[in-house]
Each structure stands twice: as structure tokens, then as C-alpha cells.
């Protein structure tokens, strides 16, 4: 069950909309369920005599009053509205239920709480099997405001309470860190529009896809520009420095031709100018990446940071684990927008769904996945897809995700780890499309049988307790190829199994030897690195000392702009 609370100043107009017909025609058989005084409240929607203004003066009579008292000047916003929607698949609920929830929301939020007789005056109007909206004019009869602070929260606790009491289904609890829900107007309008987003959703997503790719604040609001979003900043009166900023989506304007303008925090918490500043310097950085030598670097860099992060989920710093989190969230798009094939559409849905796991209650240490920002941030100026060493970061990234689930979930943060639990179901599919015709191509190209029976005697010694299960894993033959390929590379296969089977996660994996391969997919090439040590050191005083130019951030890609053209 879903309340949204709202606000606004038009009551006569809010209740054309309950009483109408929709904007489809699928409002059917309105009518009041539950009011103030149901004796008192004319009711459109069955009594042919009530008039939409008769309901609106009987709604206002507390307002008219205080108005009157006010020289003429009405309180703001003083319309209160909160649609209550039942989840897909609930049962039915009778006209004497939804009165039931209708008169628990207005006690729980304030706004006429039980036996106070001055309270506000409300209607609930059902126009649809699954949803009521609830209607409330926010002055008492005795001139003052309800007490509604927090009003939102509060009808969601009461509408757990009452989906236990129901037999409905139980929603996830949140814990205030979720971006606001889009407004039913924003809505109609992205509809009315012929978009399948909101101009509040798109906003955020771009200014998240932006963030993550961006080495500084002053790169944040330039690339945001080059999308064609409109950036405000709000100066402080003293310092001129930035205190606050507003998006609007290109096109995006309100009856009178102007922006529609959303704060940072308004789009999500993360988002707002001081949390941005938590990850990103405010002046330029001389710490850029540079991929002459070693293109691949930025996808190992990367994977290796995220192994990193499943440790620190391990651990009993929660405020590093969350840091680490809030990377990963940067790291997914990044990956994302760095990859090609048709696997990047469920790697851009997993770093969406993975939004709502990346922030929560605890309070993030950024400091303390540094080393996961920085890879991400490289991952971002990557110019090529190093084939199995991507795949072998997706692998890292599927564990990573399961982990984060497991522990949002011990935590009871029950939207993050449901969030976390769709960023993993998007990550699998993704991987599973990338590295299917990879492993098939790795074990169509296996040594000889010599060789492999080499590599077997390698994981017996090196692996015991692990070596019948990863002998028997199908992805066996494949191994013998990544082996053979790192002994190239000049590692010695036996201490490299013995080096990647102690990390974590074999003991309970489904195909050891898959979990190897990638592990082993993602060391470096020894023989490469020597060669770039012996170059660099008899190099050195030709080289230039500029920075590598970054390329162009996957944020500033034409394909991101087409939602508002």
C-alpha cells in the first residue's frame, strides 16, 4: 500500500479531478467513502443535487475564516492531498475498508487525529478499485495548522501496519534516503509529452551518469551544460562560493514558458552540492589517468577495487562498507557506458536499480573506497573493451552485488537490498550474455591433453581441497586455455592458482574453476609490464609531462540526449 503525500492551493480544482472523469476517462463511479462529517461533506459523485463548489465551500470553511482574519491573504499551501494505492495483485478492498484506511492516514499524519473535534476537515474519494485519494484543507477549526512535520513517513509506517492487518502485500520500509517519487501532474505531463519518464527521473539519472564520470565539480556542471541542461547555482551572500544548484530538463518549461527548475537534493540526497562535494574536488585534479602503456589498466585497476570492496562488506566499518557502495554505484554506470554489445542494456539497468542500494541511513566514509572511486573514474576514459578482462569485471561485479544485497538485508534496509537484489538479476543476465560465447570460444581452443593433464597435477597441488570440484566444473577446459595463456604472459600456473584460490567466494561457488578463470583473466601481463619498466626507465627524459587528455565522458554521448529532443 502506497500513500504520497502532496500539497498544493486549489481546492476546488482537486476535487474537478476526483469527481471527473480522468484523463483517460478511467475514473469510474466516484464518490465519497469517508469524510469529516459524512452528513456534512456533499458528495458529487452520488448526489445529483451537490455541486463541486458546494464541496469545495464546505472543504475552505476553516480557510475562508483564517483568511477573512488574515486581511484577505490565504495560507500557502493549504490543500492536502494523499493518494493510498494498493499494490498490484491485492485483493479487493470494500467502501468500508478503504474508509477504514482513509480515517487511519488522516489520524497518523495529523491532520484530524481521533476525538480532536477541531480538527481539519477531509474527504476520502474512491474513483478506482485499487486506490483512494485522500483530500484535507490544512486549517482547524480553531485557525491553527495541523501539526503534519514528517507526514510522509508517517502514513507509510501506518500503511505497513495496515497491510498486516489487511492481509496485503507487505511493502519494502524506507528509511528517508530515496530520491521523491515524481508528482502525479509530473507525470501526465511526461505522458501528455509522449515520454516514458518524467523530466524529474531523466534529470537524475543524467546527473548521476555525469557524476560518475567527472573528475570535479566544475566538470559536473560543465558536462551537465553540454547535454543541453540547464544549470543554476545558488552563491553564498559572503563567499560567492556554491551553495546549491537547480536542473532543468531542455524543454521542459511551466504554463508561463519557464524552466522547471529541481534542486540537487530534490532529485536525490546523494545529489545535493555538499554530499557531490564528498566525492568530488572542487578544483581540478593533476591525478589523470594515462593508458599509453597499458590500455586494460582501467578495467583492472577497477576489478581489483571491487574485490577489495566485497572485503570491506565484510568487515565492521559500516561507513566504509556504504563508501564502498556509493562507488560501486559510480563504478556500474561507468561499466556501462565503457562497454559495447548487446549485454550493455542490462548493465545500464543494473546501475539504475542499483541507485536506490548506493546510499542509506549510514552515513558513507568516501575516504575509505578511494582506491574503487578512482578506478571507476578511469574506467569512465577508457578508450577500448579489453574482451575477457571486461568479462572478468562483471564477474566482480556480480559478486559484488549479491554481497551488497546480503548486507543491506542484515542491516534491515529493506528497499536497499531489494534494489540491490535487481542491480544482481540485471548484472547476471549481462553477464551471462558476454561470457557464454567467450568461455565456449576459450574451451574450443584448449591445449593438448598433455598440457591440460599439466595444469590438472597444478590445481591438485595447489588446490586440494578444491581440486575434484574444479576439475569436475564444465568450465574446466576453458581454464586450461586462460592457463596457458597467463603462462604466456610469463606466470608460473601452479603458484598463480595457489595466489587466486586463497581470495574468497570459492569454497561456496557453484563452478570453481569459472570463478578461477576470471580471476586469473584479470592478473597482469608480466612479460608486458617488464617490457613498459625497461621503456620507462631509459625513457624517462623524452617523455612529456602533460596528462593524457581525457576522452569524452560516456555522459556527453549523443544516445544520452535523445529523451528531451
Same mark, same amino acid.
Do not use: M
Given at each position: 500500500m502506497v500513500p504520497d503525500v502532496s500539497t498544493g492551493s486549489d481546492s476546488r480544482g482537486l476535487i474537478v479531478y476526483l469527481f471527473g472523469p480522468g484523463r483517460r476517462d478511467e475514473h469510474t463511479d466516484p464518490h465519497i467513502v469517508a469524510a469529516w462529517d459524512m452528513a456534512g461533506a456533499p458528495d458529487p459523485g452520488r448526489d445529483p443535487e451537490a455541486t463541486y463548489s458546494q464541496l469545495a465551500k464546505r472543504l475552505d470553511h476553516h480557510v475562508d475564516l483564517r483568511t477573512r482574519e488574515l486581511g484577505g491573504k490565504k495560507p500557502p499551501q493549504h490543500v492536502w492531498h494523499c493518494p493510498v494505492r494498493t499494490a498490484p495483485g491485492d485483493r479487493y478492498l470494500t467502501d468500508t475498508e478503504w474508509a477504514e484506511v482513509a480515517r487511519r492516514i488522516v489520524h497518523a499524519t495529523g491532520i484530524a487525529p481521533e476525538g480532536d473535534e477541531k480538527a481539519c476537515r477531509w474527504i476520502a474519494v474512491r474513483h478506482a478499485d485499487d486506490h483512494i485519494h485522500i483530500m484535507a484543507t490544512t486549517v482547524r477549526a480553531d485557525g491553527r495548522r495541523p501539526r503534519t512535520h514528517r507526514d510522509g513517513q508517517r502514513a507509510q509506517a501506518e500503511c505497513r501496519k495496515i497491510e498486516t492487518e489487511f492481509g496485503l502485500r507487505r511493502l519494502k520500509s524506507g528509511d528517508l534516503t530515496a530520491p521523491r517519487t515524481p508528482t502525479g501532474a509530473e507525470r501526465a505531463k511526461a505522458e501528455r509529452q509522449g515520454q516514458t519518464v518524467t523530466a524529474r527521473r531523466w534529470l537524475r539519472e543524467q546527473a548521476y551518469v555525469v557524476a560518475a564520470a567527472v573528475r570535479n565539480e566544475a566538470d559536473y556542471f560543465t558536462v551537465l551544460q553540454s547535454l543541453g541542461i540547464k544549470v543554476k547555482t545558488r552563491l553564498g551572500p559572503e563567499t560567492g562560493d556554491v551553495i546549491g544548484y537547480s536542473l532543468a530538463a531542455p524543454g521542459d518549461t511551466n504554463a508561463a514558458g519557464e524552466p522547471v527548475?529541481?534542486?540537487?537534493?530534490?532529485?536525490? %540526497?546523494?545529489?545535493?552540492?555538499?554530499?557531490?562535494?564528498? +566525492?568530488?574536488?572542487?578544483?581540478?585534479?593533476?591525478?589523470?589517468? @594515462?593508458? *599509453?602503456?597499458?590500455?586494460?589498466?582501467?578495467?583492472?585497476?577497477?576489478?581489483?577495487?571491487?574485490?577489495?570492496?566485497?572485503?570491506?562488506?565484510?568487515?565492521?566499518?559500516?561507513?566504509?562498507?556504504? #563508501?564502498?557502495? *556509493?562507488?560501486?554505484?559510480?563504478?556500474?554506470?561507468?561499466?556501462?557506458?565503457?562497454?559495447? #554489445? %548487446? $549485454?550493455?542494456?542490462?548493465?545500464?539497468?543494473?546501475?539504475?536499480?542499483?541507485? @536506490?542500494?548506493? +546510499?542509506?541511513?549510514? @552515513?558513507?566514509? $568516501?575516504?575509505?573506497?578511494t582506491a574503487l572511486h578512482k578506478a571507476a573514474k578511469e574506467l569512465a576514459y577508457a578508450s577500448s573493451e579489453p574482451g575477457g578482462l571486461a568479462i572478468?569485471?562483471?564477474?566482480?561485479?556480480?559478486?559484488?552485488?549479491?554481497?551488497? *544485497?546480503?548486507? $543491506?538485508?542484515?542491516? #534491515?534496509?529493506?528497499?536497499?537490498?531489494?534494489? *540491490?537484489?535487481?542491480?544482481?538479476?540485471?548484472?547476471?543476465?549481462?553477464?551471462?550474455?558476454?561470457?557464454?560465447?567467450?568461455?565456449?570460444?576459450?574451451?574450443?581452443?584448449?591445449?593438448?591433453?598433455?598440457?591440460?593433464?599439466?595444469?590438472?597435477?597444478?590445481?591438485?597441488?595447489?588446490?586440494?581441497? $578444491?581440486?575434484? @570440484?574444479?576439475?569436475?566444473d564444465p568450465t574446466w577446459t576453458a581454464l586450461t586455455t586462460t592457463l596457458a595463456q597467463a603462462e604466456t604472459a610469463g606466470h608460473n600456473p601452479r603458484r598463480l592458482l595457489a595466489e587466486v584460490g586463497t581470495q574468497r567466494e570459492l569454497d561456496s561457488a557453484e563452478r570453481p574453476a569459472e570463478v578461477l578463470n576470471w580471476r586469473i583473466t584479470a592478473q597482469p601481463n608480466r612479460r608486458t609490464q617488464a617490457a613498459h619498466s625497461r621503456s620507462a626507465t631509459s625513457g624517462t627524459s623524452a617523455r612529456s609531462a602533460t596528462p593524457h587528455p581525457p576522452a569524452t565522458p560516456v555522459a556527453t554521448r549523443p544516445e544520452e540526449r535523445s529523451r528531451h529532443r
Open positions: 527548475w529541481y534542486g540537487g537534493s530534490k532529485l536525490a %540526497p546523494d545529489l545535493s552540492i555538499n554530499r557531490l562535494r564528498e +566525492r568530488l574536488p572542487a578544483q581540478e585534479t593533476a591525478d589523470r589517468p @594515462r593508458y *599509453a602503456t597499458d590500455p586494460a589498466a582501467p578495467w583492472r585497476h577497477t576489478t581489483n577495487a571491487i574485490h577489495t570492496a566485497c572485503a570491506a562488506l565484510d568487515s565492521d566499518d559500516d561507513a566504509a562498507a556504504q #563508501g564502498h557502495l *556509493a562507488a560501486f554505484g559510480d563504478a556500474l554506470y561507468n561499466i556501462a557506458g565503457a562497454t559495447t #554489445g %548487446p $549485454h550493455q542494456a542490462e548493465l545500464r539497468a543494473a546501475a539504475v536499480a542499483f541507485n @536506490r542500494a548506493r +546510499r542509506s541511513a549510514t @552515513r558513507a566514509d $568516501h575516504q575509505a573506497a572478468a569485471l562483471l564477474f566482480a561485479a556480480v559478486h559484488l552485488a549479491g554481497a551488497a *544485497a546480503k548486507w $543491506h538485508e542484515q542491516r #534491515g534496509h529493506e528497499q536497499q537490498a531489494a534494489a *540491490a537484489e535487481e542491480a544482481l538479476r540485471h548484472l547476471q543476465a549481462g553477464y551471462q550474455q558476454a561470457a557464454t560465447p567467450v568461455l565456449a570460444d576459450l574451451a574450443h581452443r584448449a591445449p593438448r591433453a598433455t598440457t591440460a593433464r599439466r595444469f590438472e597435477q597444478d590445481v591438485r597441488a595447489a588446490l586440494p581441497d $578444491h581440486a575434484d @570440484r574444479i576439475l569436475a
